[in-house]
């Protein structure tokens, strides 16, 4: 995916490749992503922007009277596919920006909206804003009627080696796969949870990273059906068991170095990393909400299993939110680890970059980094040290995100009512929703 690709390269690989389909990807509110296929005789008209479709269908889109949507391919994301469809035909993919018909950038489309951010960056005097992803995921084993189980491939924990089982033989060759679309994996191993697994690539700036973890999820799901498999990247698929985070690495580029690092600072982090720090503990609770989208997000966020439940900071205790890994001068960067995969990676990194940015305008040095286990501070300690929890539920997390005005300056007045609107609807279906839990605690009262 690196190569920069043109209109002729992409008629030539259509011809070279034999290429059947064109499947042009975009992404809704919530990161799902969604496709429009075309035959290739529409190749012209993908190319000149012509590709319409009816926005109204999308959730968090448009209203049915305004519903007509083009889609402006971005040609550098061309791919043809590493499999055929049913009938043997060879798809392209391209992922698209949406607009309105005059030409005009759809403020509802997330892709959209952190190109709007990343502007801002640049006014802000920053060039690049460097992002790597690490986004866990479970296999499972697919039932005799093809549909997902929760029986797992393996019995392995954190870096066993497995060489020979179900989920061993599916992570390599999504490894190869991932490497035959441009893919540069840096590192892929079994993780803690039994069937868990995590595969990481090279850190990219933002734009690139988030529209290559769509593409990873695509590809790991793909190449796990091919296995037998189900691939989901669901927070907490299995109860008591550790759940699938995606740890977001950060840091900003000025005229090409990490703005991030300070070699004469005792931490090594630079006074703009410190800032940027700032800005996302200050609007840590509201980053929340989407970082972590799902109801189901918030069985993660809970003491036991790694994953952050305060708002603090540190060098090398992985139990606060943001930790600053042990680097060289390119590598220094933050990790916030608290979002899971089933955020969506434009209103993620649009919403953090915008909340460092501010923390950089503010200019104020974050809270004191902690250095023992945060769960073990008794609540006494933590409020002398001004260590806040994060949301304990999605509804909180709403709550806290309506609250935060920035929220808004980071995604734009329709995507955070369309936002909102989805998230409040889904915790209220949850909240009326009655469990199997349910029924055994209380069915004899």
């Known amino acids: 995916m690196s190569k920069q690709y043109g209109a002729a390269d992409i008629r030539e690989s259509v011809k070279k490749n034999n290429v059947r389909f064109l499947r042009l990807a975009f ?3 919530n990161g799902r992503m969604k496709t429009v ?16 479709f009816d926005g109204s269908s999308i959730d968090g889109f448009v209203r049915i009277e305004e519903s007509d949507m083009v889609l402006y391919p971005d040609l550098s994301t061309w791919m043809v596919l590493p499999w055929v469809d049913a009938s043997g035909a060879r798809i392209g993919r391209l992922t698209c920006s949406v607009h309105k018909t005059n030409g005009e950038a759809f403020e509802g489309d997330p892709r959209n909206n952190l190109k709007r951010v990343l502007g801002e960056m640049k006014k802000a005097g920053f060039s690049a804003f460097n992002v790597g992803f690490e986004a866990e995921f479970h296999l499972f084993k697919l039932g005799a009627d093809g549909e997902w189980t929760t029986e797992v491939p393996d019995h392995a924990s954190y870096f066993d080696m497995t060489s020979d089982d179900e989920g061993a ?18 590192a892929a191993h079994h993780e803690v949870g039994e069937g868990q697994q995590e595969i990481d690539f090279k850190f990219d700036d933002a734009l690139k990273t988030a529209d290559r973890v769509q593409t990873f999820k695509m590809v790991v799901r793909e190449v796990a059906r091919k296995h037998g498999l189900f691939a989901t990247f669901m927070p907490k698929p299995l109860a008591g068991k550790a759940g699938n985070g995606m740890h977001t690495n950060m840091s900003l580029l000025n005229d090409g170095k990490n703005a991030f690092y300070d070699a004469s600072s005792s931490n090594r982090l630079s006074a703009t990393a410190r800032y940027f720090l700032n800005g996302i503990l200050t609007h840590a609770r509201a980053i929340t909400a989407i970082g972590n989208p799902t109801v189901n997000s918030y069985k993660r966020l809970i003491p036991g299993f790694e994953a952050p439940v305060y708002i603090s900071w540190a060098t090398k205790n992985r139990s606060p939110l943001v930790r600053i890994p042990d680097a060289d001068e390119i590598g220094t960067r933050l990790e916030m680890r608290s979002a899971d995969p089933t955020a969506n990676p434009y209103l993620l990194l649009a919403v953090a970059l915008t909340a ?23 609540p006494a300690e933590r409020d002398e040290r001004g260590i806040k929890p994060l949301p304990t539920t999605l509804h909180n997390a709403i709550k806290a995100f309506e609250a935060d005005g920035l929220m808004e300056a980071a995604l734009g007045k329709h995507l955070t009512e369309s936002y909102i609107k989805s998230k409040s609807l889904e915790w209220s279906q949850y909240a009326q929703s009655v469990s199997d839990w349910e029924r055994h605690q209380y069915m004899a009262y």
């Open 37 to 52: 296929e075309v035959p290739t005789s529409e190749l012209e008209k993908v190319l000149h922007n012509e590709t319409r």
């Open 356 to 378: 460092g940015l501010d923390g950089i305008k503010q200019a104020k040095e974050p809270m004191a980094p902690v250095t023992s286990n945060v769960f073990e501070m008794s």
């Open 169 to 186: 033989r599916c992570r390599r060759d999504i490894v190869e796969t991932l490497e035959s679309v441009g893919f540069e994996v840096e």
């Open 27 to 29: 992404t809704d509110v």
